[in-house]
């Protein structure tokens, strides 16, 4: 079993784009300076992912998953939704609470912390 998993974002300096986030009703940023980022990296990422439960049906099966959430302007994780489920799984609603359980820098426009939509992939092989 794998799990790979990316982030979308730039690290380049730019102008930040902002819109109404449809669950939360807040302004929130798509493209920043700096992408919120897990405290202590991605591996931290990767080791809360590790604790899945796969007790699934499926075999010999390879799919991607993506989750959405905001990180807020201070760490917080807010606004939680699933952008694309694997039908017959919770494994979307299991990488959610996940995400709770890591620690994150806030994204950053112009030097200051703003709240940011971070669209986690996450590719599930079994």
Not at 62 to 68: G, Q, R
Request: proline content about 4%; some cysteine; charged content about 15%.
């Amino acid at each position: 079993m794998l799990i790979g998993l990316s982030s979308f974002g730039q690290t380049d300096s730019t102008n930040c784009v902002t819109h109404i986030d449809s669950i939360t009703k807040q302004q929130v940023y798509n493209f920043v300076d700096y992408m919120p980022t897990p405290k202590g990296g991605q591996k931290e990422l990767f080791k809360a992912l590790k604790n899945i439960n796969f007790q699934s049906s499926c075999s010999n099966y390879e799919s991607v998953l993506y989750v959405a959430f905001i990180v807020n302007a201070h760490g917080e994780i807010e606004g939680k939704r699933v952008i694309k489920d694997i039908i017959g799984t919770d494994f979307s609603d299991q990488i959610l609470s996940l995400v709770d359980s890591v620690e994150w820098n806030p994204g950053v426009c112009d030097s200051i912390a703003v709240p940011v939509v971070y669209i986690l992939p996450v590719r599930i092989i079994m």
